[in-house]
């Protein structure tokens, strides 16, 4: 406190910490507001002291997610006592407890996927009593989760097996796990992307580098190919079909679309030392790509500039953001390597922030069905309208999560890993199923989960099972 | 409400001789706003604080059968938390050096949320008994007769200890205003596409 004020404000200084604090009696209150009527400083001091404890009230005080918090601890809290009290044999809920536990117990034994050694490239065929309609070993995992892998069209699912030399795409029959078709070359690269005629990925040229590939969705015979090499550095990003007959990826500092149909260029839009560019999402009339300096929105039929955002970030991250779009919002995921993961959402016309959040931790994969589902650490749900906390789910692991038909699929654990459904509004299990291992590709369609585990199998298992 | 006139060291041996779901649900709308309060005031994060007292209130239901009805619950339970809380830190802790050994380049602070940061910096500066203090008064919205017991001191010293904390709490930032405003300045090479 300032010594040379006049001995009446230091008395009104001290009256105001008690008034903040809510000590004053009748007496001293008037004694202060006299003096406040009279002294601009004070009167400065009082509004600032004011402004401090409202801020401490806001930071450290209630937040609008803290009710969710609370039942979801109240529902916790009773699943705990139930599960006690069924250990103990205590005589209340020990039905319940026990009929729980059962079920718990009855997929673990029955649903459990064995993990199998041969090396076979057939598919084998499954049942309820194995957790599995169908599995096909030696099919390669997925080297990121910021793609849908496998990826499923119509009836038919693309894959990458394992060869000899390298990996070649696969097709099957969703239903059954049958071959359609294997490509007679290797292809290189992660990425994979269909339309209703095309499967479209990348190959090793002739001369180093690679070549977009697009083949016949019906037999996989090589529709045209197109040498990635076109202005500047392109490397084999992830590729994204756009509405119109086209397709992008970014690769280095550049956007590139083609023609689908042909794979005559459409545009190219450099973005110079923008740094690593994430996969791009579109929205129909627009492409958003982020790096660590800010988000850009592209109109899908030119590469035309529409919006641009900066962020206050580096261009220098080792892991681009994650740009995540349902056509009401963009979602970008900054912070992928730090122990602080941060999400912003922006309206997809304008780029306006509509609201940013720390979720303390790298954000793995993000998923949006309305609100916000991110893998941080935990499985954390937000309010795609406010990004208020709605709950969080305590599951070990990265591996991508989906939603589908109101509810929330991902995989828990690694080695001995399960395959768990969440209650997309609550957060609560709905079941789980123990599998050989954890899982580097999820997609849910029809009623089937398509898993790319890390055990080298390509599984389906129908969702209802367990349901 | 059913429980209003029963005291928590009542709620809790009912839980724990019953059962009783309604006695555990009082005792966590009592206690639940003064816990986030604490525990977003020690961790200094409001994802990992909710995380942590989630975990307290779960060991709570899990060990009520140490709890000792001869005793009074809040001191128990307030040890609950600051274990759980400690471990968390921990928790946090190891994450983040494991991430520094892996990561390039430390991202940078996020533009917004700036005022949390802010008062998280100046709380951080203060002693844990003053923030404990602000905690409970300014965001829980506790009375001095329960601060005083939170403290185990009087309820007369526990207004003067919040009177002291607040003015150090103001001290410390008038000192942190005195302080020349951090420039945050775009890089000069920011990309703009054609």
């Known amino acids: ?467 | 409400m059913q429980f209003v006139d029963t005291n928590d060291e009542q709620l809790m041996v009912r839980f724990r001789m019953s059962f009783d779901q309604e006695a555990i649900r009082t005792l966590l709308l009592r206690y639940h706003r003064s816990a986030l309060a604490l525990a977003r005031c020690w961790l200094g994060n409001t994802a990992v604080a909710e995380d942590a007292v989630q975990e307290a209130f779960i060991r709570l239901v899990r060990e009520r059968d140490r709890y000792d009805a001869s005793r009074p619950f809040a001191p128990w339970f307030w040890r609950i938390l600051r274990n759980t809380v400690l471990d968390t830190a921990r928790g946090v802790q190891r994450y983040e050096q494991r991430l520094r050994v892996l990561a390039l380049e430390q991202d940078t602070a996020p533009a917004l949320a700036t005022e949390q940061e802010e008062l998280h910096d100046l709380l951080a500066i203060l002693d844990a008994e003053d923030r404990e203090i602000l905690a409970l008064r300014f965001a829980a919205g506790l009375p001095f007769a329960e601060i005083a017991a939170r403290l185990g001191c009087s309820e007369e010293a526990a207004k003067k200890k919040g009177q002291r904390a607040l003015a150090r709490l103001r001290a410390v930032r008038q000192r942190r205003v005195a302080l020349p405003a951090p420039v945050v300045v775009l890089p000069s090479d920011a990309p703009v596409p054609d």
Request: glycine share 12%; proline share 4%; charged share 20%.
């Open chain 1, 1 to 467: 406190m300032d010594d040379n004020l006049p001995l009446h404000c230091v008395r009104c200084r001290e009256l105001i910490d008690r008034h903040l604090l809510g000590l004053l009696d009748a007496e001293e209150a008037d004694a202060m507001r006299q003096h406040l009527v009279q002294c601009e400083s004070c009167r400065r001091e009082a509004q600032a002291g004011a402004d401090l404890v409202a801020a401490v009230g806001r930071t450290l005080g209630p937040q609008p997610g803290d009710a969710a918090l609370l039942a979801r601890v109240a529902v916790q809290a009773e699943q705990e006592a139930c599960a006690g009290n069924a250990q103990s044999g205590r005589p209340r809920l020990v039905l319940a407890a026990a009929a729980a536990a059962a079920v718990v117990l009855g997929v673990g034994v029955v649903l459990c996927l064995p993990v199998s050694s041969s090396d076979h490239r057939g598919v084998e065929s499954g049942g309820p009593e194995t957790g599995y309609s169908w599995r096909i070993p030696g099919v390669r995992s997925c080297c990121t989760a910021d793609v849908a892998y496998p990826v499923v069209c119509g009836r038919t699912l693309l894959a990458f097996q394992g060869v000899a030399t390298g990996k070649r795409l696969i097709a099957v029959d969703g239903a059954t796990g049958g071959l359609l078709w294997r490509t007679e070359f290797d292809v290189t690269g992660c990425s994979l992307a269909a339309d209703l005629a095309h499967a479209f990925t990348w190959r090793p040229a002739a001369g180093g580098g690679q070549n977009l590939v697009a083949l016949d969705l019906a037999n996989g015979q090589i529709v045209w190919e197109r040498a990635a090499r076109d202005r500047g550095d392109t490397a084999a990003g992830a590729i994204l079909v756009l509405a119109g007959n086209a397709l992008c990826w970014t690769a280095a500092n550049q956007v590139v679309a083609v023609d689908a149909g042909q794979g005559t260029p459409l545009w190219s839009v450099k973005l110079d030392r923008a740094g690593m560019l994430s996969v791009p999402a579109a929205d129909g009339a627009a492409v958003f790509v982020a790096s660590g300096l800010g988000l850009w929105a592209l109109a899908s039929d030119s590469g035309h500039v529409l919006w641009q955002v900066p962020y206050a970030g580096s261009r220098l991250q080792p892991i681009p953001p994650a740009v995540y779009c349902d056509g009401q919002k963009v979602v970008v995921a900054t912070g992928r390597f730090t122990a602080r993961g941060f999400l912003r959402c922006h309206d997809p016309r304008t780029g306006q922030l509509r609201w940013g959040r720390d979720v303390a931790a790298p954000v793995h994969s993000l998923t949006l069905a309305g609100d916000v589902y991110v893998r941080c650490g935990k499985i954390r749900a937000f309010s795609g309208a406010t990004g208020d906390p709605l709950w969080s789910a305590a599951l070990d692991g990265c591996s991508p999560v989906v939603a589908w038909q109101q509810r929330l699929y991902t995989t828990e654990g690694q080695g001995h890993a399960s395959l768990v459904a969440l209650d997309i509004r609550t957060g609560t299990r709905v079941w789980q199923r123990h599998l050989a291992d954890s899982c580097s590709g999820l997609v849910v369609a029809r009623r089937m989960g398509y898993l790319a585990s890390r055990d080298g199998s390509l599984y389906a298992l129908d969702t209802r099972w367990s349901g």
